[in-house]
Every structure is written in C-alpha cells, then in structure tokens.
C-alpha cells in the first residue's frame, strides 16, 4: 500500500492507494470498534491467513493508519492513529449504503455482533437525540457491550460500560429487528429510557424503508 498503485492525481485514487486492498477496511472497521489483538482480528476475518493479516497491519502502521499498543498485562493491542480514526464517517456512509443498497446476507455468511455496534453508530440521527444522555449495555452471550450518546454524539466500544443507565440482555439484532415485546430485554433501568435510546436511530432497510422507533 506503500506504492503508488493508480498513479493519479485525485484525492479518492491516493486514498485508495492506502485503505483499497482486500481486507483494509474490515480491519478499520473492527478497530473503530475497539483495539484488537492480533488474534482477534484473525478470528473476525475469517478466510484471511496469518501472513497476509501480518503484512496489511504492516502497511497500515507505514501509512500511519494503525499503531501498536500495550493492553493489559503486556499484550500488544492495534489501534487506529489519529488518522486511522479519520476514516469513520466514511466507513459509516459505507455501511448505511450496504445496508439499503448492499446484496442480501446469505445462510451460513460469517458474523460478528460487535459489528452491529458499528452498524447502529450509521443510523444514529443526532437531531433525534436532543437532551439525551444515556449509556446502554448489551450483555448477552454473543455480545458484550455498549453504547453511549451524549450531547448529541455517539461512542460505542466491547466489554462493559462501567455506568449503564440501561442493561439489555440481548443483542442489537434481538432489540432492534427480533424481539417481540422489546421491553423482555430490559434487564435494568426505566423503559422510557431505553425507548429514548431506540429513538436515537433510524435504520433503513435495502427496501428503502425507513423503520423509525
């Protein structure tokens, strides 16, 4: 990625010379979520080989996209640089297109529910969120973690919040799509609170439908 690939002068081509190859973006998009280790990120992409997941980390570090850092006990974790972090609101308008434009999933795709998190951050409408402060964490088997909005913006992150206002045992999938009577997820705080969350959101769907809460 270090090499000139296309060679023009426009700004989408130099861009593309640094996050174009395969498998780029997922990794940002797994580090926007949280830093990883090296072995998370080889679990998230499956079919990827140890050596090529090496030499793209290796090429995002040289374009100062990604950086090596030290996580609890010693582990060295990845994480995006200032300028990797960059590249959120278009990995974001990325995804609001897959998710109304996209193909359809098919049985047996692989996924990860932490990258619903992401997913969620697309659809977040901060005129919608007006005067809200709230954090919310998903604690079920398949995902742990959670997300926080506060004037108007929205963090997200894995593991636990540490001072959730609401606990949904489930989820994002189970909330906002599965879910008969949603309010059987609340684990703790007010209802209300968890429909002023849900508010928050607007997800459209490849119909082009818009499923507002």
């Not at 997922?26 to 140890?50: C, E, H, W, Y």
């Not at 996209?65 to 972090?85: D, F, I, M, N």
């Not at 974001?92 to 529910?113: C, F, K, M, Q």
């Not at 973690?145 to 959730?164: F, L, Q, T, V, Y």
Request: net charge neutral.
């Amino acid at each position: 990625m270090s090499k000139r690939s296309y060679k023009q002068n426009c700004a989408l081509a130099r861009a593309n010379d640094v996050i174009g190859e395969r498998w780029t973006l997922l990794l940002v998009r797994d580090l926007l979520i949280s830093p990883r280790r090296f072995n998370q990120l080889l679990a998230s992409q499956k079919g990827m080989g140890t050596n090529l997941l090496a030499s793209r980390l290796k090429d995002l570090e040289k374009a100062n996209v990604v950086e090596r850092r030290k996580g609890e006990g010693g582990a060295r974790l990845y994480a995006l640089t200032e300028r990797g972090r960059a590249l959120e609101p278009a990995v974001l308008a990325l995804i609001r297109w897959g998710l109304t434009h996209g193909p359809e999933n098919r049985p047996g795709d692989h996924h990860h529910n932490d990258w619903d998190l992401l997913a969620l951050k697309s659809m977040f409408q901060p005129d919608r969120a007006r005067g809200l402060t709230i954090s919310v964490q998903f604690d079920a088997p398949e995902l742990e973690g959670w997300a926080r909005i506060e004037d108007g913006e929205m963090c997200i992150g894995i593991g636990k919040a540490g001072d959730a206002d609401v606990v949904v045992n489930g989820t994002i999938t189970d909330l906002f799509v599965d879910a008969e009577n949603r309010l059987d997820l609340l684990a703790m705080g007010e209802p209300y609170a968890l429909q002023r969350f849900m508010h928050a959101f607007t997800l459209q769907h490849r119909s082009g439908h818009l499923l507002v809460w």
